[in-house]
């Protein structure tokens, strides 16, 4: 998978980018970047719902907070080792932008 660029401004989720759940190994792995100056408070997600469904919504799907990248203040990266269908950027609080990186393992696009 080519690595995947998305940022939040301000408080507020970014839109779910699909995982290939059946590539192997799955390995996920992500960085998260702080605007210059920002005082944010963000959380990267996770869920397992089914994202290509066509009742799929983001605002009710069930997202859960990565164990370790959760009420973040400065850049930090993490990794998924096993299969999700979905992640997202949570910003609670910001007064600048967050931008996620992530790229998945296993597959060329």
């Known amino acids: ?4 660029v998305i940022s939040q401004t301000g408080a507020g989720a970014t839109a779910p980018v699909p995982m ?4 192997s190994p799955f390995n996920v792995g992500f960085g998260c970047i702080v605007s210059a100056g920002a ?3 963000y959380t990267v997600q996770h869920t ?3 994202v290509f469904s ?11 907070n990565h164990s370790d990248v959760s009420s973040q ?3 930090t990266d993490g990794n998924y080792a096993f ?7 949570n ?14 393992a296993g597959i060329a696009s």
């Open 1 to 4: 998978m080519r690595p995947i």
């Open 20 to 23: 290939n759940q059946y590539t």
């Open 39 to 41: 005082t944010v408070s």
């Open 48 to 50: 397992f719902d089914d």
């Open 54 to 64: 066509p009742t799929f919504n983001p605002a009710t799907a069930t997202w859960f």
């Open 73 to 75: 203040t400065a850049n």
């Open 83 to 89: 299969p999700v269908t979905a992640i997202r950027l």
């Open 91 to 104: 910003v609670g609080s910001s007064n600048g932008t967050v931008t996620i990186k992530a790229i998945q």
